[in-house]
Structures are given as structure tokens and as C-alpha cells.
T-cell receptor, first 120, second 113 residues
Framework: AQTVTQSQPEMSVQEAETVTLSCTYD???????LFWYKQPPSRQMILVIR??????QNATENRFSVNFQKAAKSFSLKISDSQLGDAAMYFC?????????????????FGTGTLLAVQP | KAGVTQTPRYLIKTRGQQVTLSCSPI?????VSWYQQTPGQGLQFLFE???????NKGNFPGRFSGRQFSNSRSEMNVSTLELGDSALYLC????????????FGSGTRLTVV
């Protein structure tokens, strides 16, 4: 069974600085998706960034980027120029497979989350 | 473009009662999934529906059930509520195979007393 591990329960960063959140996962599959979700106090899960396992290039979305190391099964999130609005719980999630074939387990497997505080 | 809408936002029920939660996905999204979020267990998968068919179910007792209608709206039902069912219930929709990203609603906070 696939598992997702986030080893940093809490992180803190100064406004305008850069922070990296860690995520590792375990799977025997070769084709899958990885996601980072943000959950602010409003509790809605917001998709921050996604990575397809078959793509070697690391995904980037504005100030957010990932370091995807498939062989090491590592998927870290880097937040540059941190802003007060980035303060939230961040979840790493795994999904496989890519098909919607019958019997496929198309569910998201989440890590335990990292609570990010941004200091002014 | 409207997002995923979950109703109600808050709910207080008594142990032993049953409850129905509703989720309206983004227009065009045919896949709807439900997750339970608690401080102790984190985010756990409940079930997934695609085109009115339950495709997957998580490791939850039979008291948890759901369905999806022809317009892709989904409901989940919990019967004989227990104190441990108190949680945030999140619904997410997606549009496979065109888009594998899930869009979540704001959730329903269920409190069982």
C-alpha cells in the first residue's frame, strides 16, 4: 500500500524568506500524481501544485516549486518570498493510477500535514 | 465558475441519529470523492463516485454510505451516529481523464453530541 510521510509537523518562516516543506512517499507503482494542498483556517483544501510522475521537469507555480526526486521518492515544496497569506496547513498527497479503469483506486492518500507559520 | 459546494457548513447531531451531507461538484466534473478529516486520524478516504457508480470505498463501517445523482451531485449518509463520527467531511470533484487535480469544497463540520 502507498504511504505518504511528512516529517515536519510545524515550520516557521520569516516574511519574504524561502521555506522548504518535505514529503516522502512509498509506492511500487511507476505512474502516479503528486500534489501539494494548502488548508488555511477557512478549512478549504486548495491545490497548490501538482506533479506527474512521468515528467522529469519539476513543476512550478509562481512562488511555489517542487523538487521531485522519483528514485528517492521525495517530493518537497519550496515557497519563495513567503507572504503572510501562505500561513496554513500544507498536505502532500499521492494519487494513482492515471486511468479511470474499473477497480482502480483513484483516491488521494494524504500525509499528516505541516503547519506553516509566517512571521512578519 | 462556481466551485464545489457543500451543505450544510455546520451540523450538530445527537448520538444515534442519522445525517445526510450534500456536495455539488464543479460543472462538468463527473468524479466526486469524500474524505473525513479528524485531528487524530488525519484525512481518510471515504468513497469515490464516477457517473453515478461507486468506484471505491475506504475502510469505514457500513453506517457510512453515499450516492451520486445523474447531475453528478453527491450525498453521503451516516446512520446511527457515534461520537467518533465528529469530523470535517470534505468533498472533492475532478474531471478525469482530462484533469486529475481534485477541487475541494469547504467541508461540513459535523459534531455529534
Amino acid at each position: 500500500a502507498q504511504t505518504v510521510t511528512q516529517s515536519q509537523p510545524e515550520m516557521s518562516v520569516q516574511e519574504a524568506e524561502t521555506v522548504t516543506l518535505s514529503c516522502t512517499y512509498d509506492t511500487s507503482e511507476s505512474d502516479y500524481y503528486l500534489f501539494w494542498y494548502k488548508q488555511p483556517p477557512s478549512r478549504q483544501m486548495i491545490l497548490v501544485i501538482r506533479q506527474e510522475a512521468y515528467k522529469q521537469q519539476n513543476a512550478t507555480e509562481n512562488r511555489f516549486s517542487v523538487n521531485f526526486q522519483k528514485a528517492a521518492k521525495s517530493f518537497s515544496l519550496k515557497i519563495s518570498d513567503s507572504q503572510l497569506g501562505d500561513a496554513a496547513m500544507y498536505f502532500c498527497a499521492y494519487r494513482s493510477p492515471r486511468c479511470i479503469c474499473s477497480g482502480a483506486t483513484n483516491k488521494l492518500i494524504f500525509g499528516t500535514g505541516t503547519l506553516l507559520a509566517v512571521q512578519p | 465558475k462556481a466551485g464545489v459546494t457543500q451543505t450544510p457548513r455546520y451540523l450538530i447531531k445527537t448520538r444515534g441519529q442519522q445525517v445526510t451531507l450534500s456536495c455539488s461538484p464543479i460543472s462538468g466534473h463527473r468524479s466526486v470523492s469524500w474524505y473525513q478529516q479528524t485531528p487524530g486520524q488525519g484525512l481518510q478516504f471515504l468513497f469515490e463516485y464516477f457517473s453515478e457508480t461507486q468506484r471505491n470505498k475506504g475502510n469505514f463501517p457500513g453506517r457510512f454510505s453515499g450516492r451520486q445523482f445523474s447531475n453528478s451531485r453527491s450525498e453521503m449518509n451516516v446512520s446511527t451516529l457515534e461520537l467518533g463520527d465528529s469530523a470535517l467531511y470534505l468533498c472533492a470533484s475532478s474531471r478525469p481523464p482530462l484533469d486529475w487535480g481534485y477541487t475541494f469544497g469547504s467541508g461540513t463540520r459535523l459534531t455529534v453530541v
